[in-house]
């Protein structure tokens, strides 16, 4: 069970974020109320937030999950591999440090971005990423491993259209994987059960699976379709801005 969330609303500056996407810029008050309502539904699934500042000498730090690994016996300040991100963990560590939670932490050459990490219950799929390098997801297996969890590497270098690992996938709990067509015959998920999102609906891969629901970018039928019929309670939250600067609904908070 989660019972806690760090989030960040954007800043007025957000559109300066990095993005591989061509979408056309986001529209500030559209993606501050998109942020409020994904908020109200991390509550409505009984999470307490935890809401830091917009920070805009980041433009990015709105996409909280980058910055950290929060596992319940392993918690770990990432260091992101984009270099207008890395001053974004230093309020993570504070807001953390704060709670009382001790942190480790990836250091240099190794570079981890939170999106990249797929918390599977004791295992963990760690993305090798344009953003995750080698080095980076040896050191976060190590510190896993100490931590009494699996981990296995999952290279998406070829993968066509995902910045993170979790662009394409989601841990639904039960055993199952939400995954998109290009990861789905990955050996390292040869052991679970694969729910496939087809390519059309792509970007609904990153869902993200808070206790008693199942969060859904809205606008994608036949995977929400597919998972009411598994039996999951969805709330389908528009995250039309945020796609805009390449970002899905789990980097928009760290649970834990
Ligand atoms: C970036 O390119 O770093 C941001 N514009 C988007 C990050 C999205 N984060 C995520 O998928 N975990």
């Known amino acids: 069970m989660f019972t806690q ?5 954007p800043s007025k500056n957000f559109a300066d974020g990095l993005t591989r996407e061509d979408l056309g810029p986001p529209d500030f008050n559209l993606a501050l ?9 991390l509550q409505r699934c009984g999470l307490q937030l935890t809401a830091l500042p917009a ?6 730090a709105t996409f909280v999950e980058d910055t950290a690994v929060l596992l319940p016996r392993c918690r770990v300040l990432t260091l992101p591999g984009a ?3 890395v001053g974004e963990i230093e ?3 504070i807001c953390l440090e ?15 971005d939170g999106g990249d990490i797929c918390e599977a219950g004791e295992h963990v799929f760690i993305g090798v990423s344009a953003r995750t390098n080698e080095a980076g997801a040896q050191q976060l297996a190590a510190l896993l491993h100490e931590a009494g969890y699996s981990s296995s590497l999952v290279d998406i270098h070829g993968v066509d259209g995902i910045l993170h690992l979790k662009s394409g996938m989601s841990w639904l709990g039960d055993g199952r994987l939400l995954l998109i067509e290009a990861l789905a015959a990955h050996p390292a998920f040869a052991a679970y059960e694969r729910v496939l999102v087809e390519s059309d609906e792509m970007y609904a891969a990153n869902a993200v699976r808070v206790n008693d629901h199942v969060l859904i970018a809205a606008g994608y039928r ?6 009411r019929e598994l039996g999951y309670a969805l709330i ?3 995250m039309s801005e945020f796609r805009k600067m390449d970002g899905g609904l789990s980097c928009l908070s760290l649970r834990y």
Not at 5 to 9: D, E, F, H, L
């Open 5 to 9: 969330a760090i989030v960040r609303p």
């Open 33 to 41: 109320a998109q942020h409020a309502q994904y908020c109200a539904a």
């Open 55 to 60: 920070d805009p000498r980041h433009p990015d």
């Open 83 to 85: 270099a207008s991100r």
């Open 91 to 93: 309020a993570i560590r």
């Open 98 to 112: 704060n709670q009382g939670l001790p942190l480790q932490a990836i250091a240099a050459p190794g570079s981890v």
């Open 222 to 227: 036949r995977t929400a379709a597919r998972l």
């Open 236 to 238: 389908e939250l528009d």
